[in-house]
């Protein structure tokens, strides 16, 4: 079983930047994919970015590529999202998520890959 507990959210300006932070319990954090995933009012939840364990390769939506950055500290169980250049259209809810172990490149964007999954933390970016 693992928890995960998202922190960081916040109200931004346009163009500003905001780090989220993903704290987890469990074991076997190192081994598992983890990701970013945005729910924006009145859409349906979407992939931002994805990071497998060792090694530590990323996988981005398109939407957020060159502006976000994920990374994890496996000696702190967190995962992390930086994200800069923000604009309104990246005002959603946020949540993190944990696969059972290792997720395959093609499977990382789906919703479905994924076991455990945070409440989510709110980003807010004003014009």
């Known amino acids: 079983q693992v928890h995960l507990t998202e922190s960081g959210g916040d109200v931004v300006h346009s163009g500003g930047s905001l780090r989220l932070s993903c704290a987890a319990s469990?074991?076997?954090?190192?081994?598992?994919?983890l990701a970013w995933f945005r729910q924006a009012p009145g859409k349906e939840r979407e992939f931002v970015a994805a990071i497998r364990g060792t090694p530590s390769t990323t996988h981005y939506a398109d939407s957020v590529k060159g502006r976000f950055t994920i990374s994890r500290d496996n000696a702190k169980t967190t995962l992390y999202l930086q994200m800069s250049s923000l604009n309104a259209d990246d005002t959603a809810v946020y949540y993190c998520?944990?696969?059972?172990?290792?997720?395959?490149?093609?499977?990382?964007?789906?919703?479905?890959?994924?076991?455990?999954w945070g409440q989510g933390t709110q980003v807010t970016v004003s014009s």
């Open positions: 469990g074991q076997s954090f190192s081994s598992r994919t």
């Open positions: 998520a944990a696969g059972r172990g290792r997720i395959i490149l093609s499977a990382q964007r789906a919703e479905t890959s994924y076991d455990y």
